[in-house]
């Protein structure tokens, strides 16, 4: 299998990406409750997925925008293996372009099912974006070559709210545009037209969006999937999800022994920080409160009404179970919690949707063959395999990493490195500059001085250590190595210090737009 990497940096795969289709395999948990649920979860997922990627083609069409034309990565899923990933509904920068299109390649390549979770059920702003604003004219050297661009960083949204993601609504469509005509004048301002005219085109196309009355999530995901950003999987948000059969009884098993689970989690958390070295509490994940008559589990309770979500608790009264969540009854049991006993809540617009590692152990427990993770959750779900063995006593379906960065500033991203590190070495390179020459640091014309000099150097020091071995003296030499040494000095700061007088005139805002990963996706080509 082979992977575009050409427009990245700072890639990681883990394992490689070569090694990725031999973890991909329909195998069974061992384990018959969670089999039957995974066989019928798989089935519906897939269903659920294709007509919700109906439902964004629609809104497209209402939106007059493009029908894509790549064709979705679907199938059987008794015959077929599915490899999942997943992320919230934000605008997407390159590191998340990077996973889903490495698990889309994956897919194509082993003839797997793909498909992208929308982690709806979090809240924040699902339309911020970072974009560079240039310094006022005069105040930068931005057009000299090899000079460090002066831009500083911002921060835009194309949505109204920071709420729940499943709730997150655009801006109006002539608020976008407007937004649109900033950033892209920035970026002119910057001399970086292609990524201006990218972005009028963009915004349009997101005014049009929110004409059709497109949701923040539901924009951003056609908008990049129409870009070719994960554009032939399938795609189903977590609140979905949530509402199957196969996910209400599977939080029930959890509610009917809350405790015991709750108890169970804290203590392979203890075990997790201990074999780790983690002394912060509240790494990887805040260990769950336990009292004598309640517990906290890692679930929301989710209020579709209010648009709101805390944490859910169970409170415990002989063989009564209460569900409680800020403070408020959600629904009592008598005797056994079941995934029926959890419905009627669905009908009052509440949902109990999991959490934190809960999330990524309820999708790969009951839904993945394979699961694709950047970096952050590349590191929790070291815990989440530890916690599954423990808890559910099988082996977890396997994960893979993938992440990558993409710079907007790119020949501005290398200096500022080159300069930095010539900071950090230029004793180095003033007292001991042959321990360089190997690298490209010093250009050739001071190379070869340099040699020049750091042979007559040596030369001096042999006739030095003679004299020394003989008993004459080597005053004068001495003060040849001296003289030799300060204009070796001499000759290194005069090719560098001038350069490194441009970072002083670097604040670290500029720098953070210079190094910034984050931009949008719509800002590149």
């Known amino acids: 299998m082979t992977l575009e990497t050409s427009q990245y940096t700072d890639i990681r795969l883990a394992p490689p990406f070569e090694e990725w289709a031999e973890l991909l395999a329909i195998d069974s948990l061992d384990n018959s409750r969670l089999d039957a649920l995974r066989t019928a979860a798989k089935q519906r997922l897939v269903s659920a997925a294709?007509?919700?990627?109906?439902?964004?083609?629609?809104?497209?069409?209402?939106?007059?925008?493009?029908?894509?034309?790549?064709?979705?990565?679907?199938?059987?899923?008794?015959?077929?293996?599915?490899?999942?990933?997943?992320?919230?509904?934000?605008?997407?920068?390159?590191?998340?372009?990077?996973?889903?299109?490495?698990?889309?390649?994956?897919?194509?390549?082993?003839?797997?099912?793909?498909?992208?979770?929308?982690?709806?059920?979090?809240?924040?702003?699902?339309?911020?974006?970072?974009?560079?604003?240039?310094?006022?004219?005069?105040?930068?050297?931005?057009?000299?070559?090899?000079?460090?661009?002066?831009?500083?960083?911002?921060?835009?949204?194309?949505?109204?709210?920071?709420?729940?993601?499943?709730?997150?609504?655009?801006?109006?469509?002539?608020?976008?545009?407007?937004?649109?005509?900033?950033?892209?004048?920035?970026?002119?301002?910057?001399?970086?037209?292609?990524?201006?005219?990218?972005?009028?085109?963009?915004?349009?196309?997101?005014?049009?969006?929110?004409?059709?009355?497109?949701?923040?999530?539901?924009?951003?995901?056609?908008?990049?999937?129409?870009?070719g950003i994960g554009g032939g999987m399938l795609e189903l948000p977590l609140s979905a999800i949530s509402a199957f059969p196969e996910m209400l009884a599977f939080t029930a098993d959890i509610l009917k022994q809350a405790r015991r689970f709750a108890a169970a989690y804290n203590a392979s958390l203890e075990v997790f920080r201990d074999e780790n070295g983690i002394r912060n509490a509240a790494n990887p994940f805040p260990n769950l409160k336990i009292t004598d008559d309640s517990c906290e589990l890692p679930f929301w309770a989710i209020s579709h009404d209010q648009k709101n979500r805390h944490v859910l608790e169970v409170q415990f009264e002989g063989n009564v179970t209460r569900l409680t969540a800020n403070k408020q009854m959600l629904d009592s049991f008598t005797g056994s919690i079941t995934a029926e006993s959890l419905e009627p809540m669905l009908l009052q617009n509440i949902q109990i949707v999991p959490r934190g590692a809960l999330i990524t152990a309820s999708l790969r427990l009951l839904f993945s063959d394979l699961f694709v993770h950047g970096t952050g959750g590349g590191r929790y779900d070291r815990f989440t395999d530890e916690f599954i063995r423990t808890w559910w006593n099988v082996e977890p379906p396997p994960y893979t990493v993938a992440s990558a960065s993409r710079y907007l500033f790119v020949a501005d991203k290398h200096e500022l490195q080159r300069l930095d590190a010539i900071r950090k070495q230029l004793r180095d390179l003033q007292y001991n500059p042959q321990r360089h020459f190997d690298s490209s640091v010093f250009s050739e014309d001071l190379k070869s001085r340099l040699l020049r000099l750091c042979d007559a150097k040596a030369a001096a020091v042999k006739n030095m250590k003679l004299a020394h071995a003989s008993g004459q003296s080597a005053k004068e030499i001495g003060t040849t190595i001296q003289a030799l040494t300060n204009q070796v000095r001499d000759e290194v700061s005069a090719e560098f210090e001038p350069q490194l007088r441009r970072l002083t005139t670097l604040s670290a805002e500029h720098r953070d737009a210079t190094n910034c990963r984050t931009y949008p996706w719509f800002m590149f080509s």
């Not at 992208?116 to 930068?140: E, H, K, L, N």
């Not at 009028?200 to 995901?221: C, D, G, H, V, Y």
């Open 50 to 227: 294709e007509s919700y990627i109906l439902r964004l083609n629609t809104l497209a069409d209402d939106a007059d925008l493009p029908s894509s034309s790549t064709p979705v990565l679907t199938g059987q899923t008794a015959e077929q293996p599915i490899v999942l990933t997943g992320h919230q509904p934000v605008v997407f920068h390159s590191g998340l372009t990077f996973k889903y299109n490495t698990t889309e390649q994956l897919a194509t390549d082993a003839g797997a099912i793909a498909v992208a979770v929308m982690i709806d059920t979090d809240s924040g702003d699902a339309g911020q974006f970072s974009y560079p604003q240039a310094d006022a004219p005069g105040t930068d050297d931005a057009g000299e070559s090899g000079s460090v661009a002066s831009a500083t960083l911002q921060i835009e949204s194309l949505a109204r709210s920071n709420s729940l993601f499943a709730h997150g609504r655009l801006k109006s469509a002539a608020e976008l545009q407007e937004v649109g005509e900033l950033v892209a004048r920035q970026l002119n301002n910057l001399s970086l037209s292609s990524s201006a005219s990218n972005v009028a085109r963009t915004f349009r196309e997101f005014a049009q969006l929110s004409a059709a009355k497109a949701s923040a999530a539901e924009a951003n995901t056609i908008m990049r999937r129409q870009r």
